[in-house]
């Protein structure tokens, strides 16, 4: 199939630059990338099967969980290999036009928006921090009936305890994420904090009590990497991820830009 009979998919939007992307750059597919310039804006598209991204199948692809991640991964490694290169503003996952036409609409129709995004986010990384409350000794479990030969003063003491003894955790991770908080803020242009992380679901030790992202110029990102790393403390876990694309930050790009279907179809 020619790539004139598939579909667009876009991966994000950037100033024209120059150079070209890594070699190895793959994306949906393997497939590697390649720039579509309109005007001062540039597109960073791949073509992609209609039988997959098409508006039809594309809603039943959306519930395929294993789908979902392997094109997620493929969006992924494409706009961190833009980020070695060029400032990109990542585009939500299947931001798919019908064409080369579609894509020029979508540059037309966000100009204004891409370019304020572009001007905020230029020589910005995004940071990941993550703060997790831990007990400092191993927790004991909080009785749910008394032990042979206990009192019922000695039962209730354990309780009482043990009770301390969590809200004692609680509270020296809830200090430390404020604190920690504030001074990312202030070193960070922008600041963003997301749901905390389920353990069930990440695996992760501990309580999730901040899950944030900052967007960090690059020129003060050693001294913002510094103060994280320092952060940790007894019965409180700080891990820091990145230097990313400034995904929490793209939004400003895509709250009054159509919807993919509308612009490109």
């Not at 597919?29 to 579509?36: F, H």
């Not at 598209?45 to 959306?62: K, S």
């Not at 409350?133 to 004991?140: I, L, M, R, S």
Request: hydrophobic fraction near 40%; charged fraction near 30%.
């Amino acid at each position: 199939m020619s790539t004139t009979d598939r579909l667009r998919y876009v991966y994000a939007v950037t100033r024209p630059f120059d150079g070209v992307l890594p070699e190895g750059a793959h994306g949906i597919g393997g497939e590697p990338p390649r720039l579509l310039r309109h005007g001062d804006l540039v597109a960073v598209t791949g073509a992609v099967p209609t039988e997959e991204f098409d508006e039809a199948p594309l809603r039943a692809r959306l519930e395929d969980l294993d789908w979902l991640a392997d094109t997620a991964r493929a969006h992924d490694a494409v706009v961190a290999a833009l980020s070695t290169v060029t400032c990109p503003i990542p585009l939500r996952l299947a931001t798919v036009c019908r064409d080369d036409s579609g894509v020029r609409r979508l540059l037309e129709d966000g100009h204004d928006r891409f370019v304020r995004a572009l001007q905020r986010l230029d020589g910005r990384v995004e940071w990941g921090v993550k703060v997790y409350a831990e007990p400092q000794t191993a927790e004991e479990p909080e009785p749910a009936t008394p032990a042979a030969g206990a009192s019922g003063r000695d039962y209730l003491r354990r309780r009482l305890n043990a009770r301390r003894s969590r809200e004692g955790d609680w509270q020296r991770a809830d200090a430390a994420c404020r604190r920690l908080h504030g001074e990312l803020s202030r070193y960070a242009e922008a600041a963003t904090v997301h749901r905390p992380q389920d353990a069930r679901l990440s695996g992760a030790a501990g309580v999730n009590v901040l899950n944030a992202a900052y967007l960090v110029d690059r020129a003060r990102s050693e001294e913002f990497v510094e103060l994280v790393d320092a952060a940790s403390e007894p019965g409180v876990r700080v891990e820091l991820t990145g230097p990313w694309a400034p995904y929490s930050f793209a939004g400003i790009a895509e709250d009054e830009v159509p919807a993919p279907q509308e612009a490109g179809r």
